[in-house]
């Protein structure tokens, strides 16, 4: 029988949270729809023939996004390390059950200095995890394509390039250069695209393999998935068979990956514009607010996401603290607090409801009341 009365928050002694922060995987990253519960729900309670299940969805998802092939990972993350060990390896049986073996010398994967971030994990762990040997292109505040080349060898398996909040922005090449400089010296490209948006973007502009998380901007279960081109998802498929066994990802978050694709193609997503709508009485709020400067800010990476960036008067109170105070409550408010050192922190309104956009404005004045005191 279904235990209808079962609450986590109770019986763990957990808080509830409000999630300002974004589509972060420290958070649980998205919240489910009705329509990817029941993907889920009917891939929980069937069996299936796991690697026709994952051949159909993989083809479903090729032919969403314009790619020859595709296939639904556990994660992001585990897009990356297989990636990377698949053109390692390029279609090598031997190489699936000996990953690490010396013998295979071609594992450079050139990455651009300034997009060798952490995550939530290092990117260059997951090209290490791989057997891959990371090699840095340009520097923390540039790179071009010409640096892209220079650091192309005989022993290089792809160029892999990040497109993330993340990386630094400024003076960096675009995907589409780091594609045709990857192309020029007849090697191919990955892009880690993991919380992007646009489906097609990558393989239209000429990728090998591009990845994405199915948890963030397509608010699907914990899952990712990879497209590209047929050999190269042919070999990332054969990973399974090795370090991708301990990646695999369960019948009922491929099928509700598949839902949740589904509603991203046919229900638009939260619109910029939306956004900037539900952010402006916010703005105005925030600003009646002793100590507080809010207006509205873009995504920096270019995306269509519109948030408060809030500027902290140190004198009134030290910006670390009113983002722990917030955070320390319960409920947990998570704002967003990459540039907290600068005294900035944002407020992302996709996972929000005015009633929360209520509550935080109420707990950060009653945090600097307190201060004040």
Not at 114 to 139: C, F, K, R, T, W
Request: charged share 20%; proline share 4%.
């Amino acid at each position: 029988m279904t235990n209808t009365n079962f609450d986590p928050y109770t019986r763990f002694g957990l808080k509830k949270v409000i999630n300002a922060d974004g589509k972060m995987t420290i958070l649980g990253a998205s919240t489910l729809s009705d329509a990817v519960v029941a993907g889920e729900k009917l891939g929980a309670q069937r069996f299936f023939e796991i690697a026709a299940l994952s051949q159909a969805t993989g083809q479903y998802i090729a032919q969403l996004t314009g790619a020859e092939a595709g296939i639904i990972v556990n994660s992001a993350s585990a897009g990356i390390v297989q990636s990377v060990a698949a053109l390692i390896g390029q279609g090598s049986m031997h190489h699936v059950f000996h990953p690490f073996e010396p013998t295979l010398s071609r594992r450079e994967i050139v990455l651009p200095l300034g997009q060798d971030i952490n995550y939530g994990a290092p990117e260059s762990l997951m090209i290490e995890m791989a057997g891959g040997q990371v090699v840095h292109a340009g520097y923390a505040n540039e790179c071009t394509p010409a640096q892209v080349d220079m650091m192309i060898t005989e022993q290089t398996a792809a160029v892999l390039f990040v497109k993330s909040h993340h990386a630094v922005q400024k003076s960096m090449l675009t995907a589409s250069e780091a594609i045709a400089a990857a192309h020029a010296r007849h090697v191919p490209i990955i892009i880690d695209a993991a919380a992007e948006e646009d489906l097609h973007e990558y393989i239209t502009a000429g990728a090998d393999l591009v990845i994405y998380s199915g948890t963030k901007a397509f608010s699907g279960p914990t899952s990712g998935f990879v497209v590209g081109r047929q050999q190269y998802i042919d070999w990332v498929r054969m990973q399974g068979q090795g370090i991708g066994r301990a990646m695999k990802i369960g019948k009922e978050n491929i099928l509700g990956l598949v839902a949740a694709l589904d509603e991203y193609t046919t229900v638009p997503p939260k619109s910029g514009d939306t956004m900037k709508q539900q952010l402006t009485p916010l703005i105005s709020q925030l600003n009646a607010i002793h100590g507080i400067t809010a207006n509205i800010v873009q995504d920096s990476a270019g995306r269509d996401i519109f948030r408060a960036s809030l500027k902290v008067d140190p004198q009134v109170i030290a910006p670390e603290k009113l983002a722990d105070a917030l955070r320390d409550g319960n409920p947990a408010i998570y704002v967003r607090a990459y540039r907290v050192n600068e005294g900035i922190l944002e407020i992302d309104p996709r996972a929000l409801t005015d009633e929360e956009l209520q509550q935080i404005v109420d707990q950060i004045q009653t945090i600097i009341t307190k201060e004040k005191n």
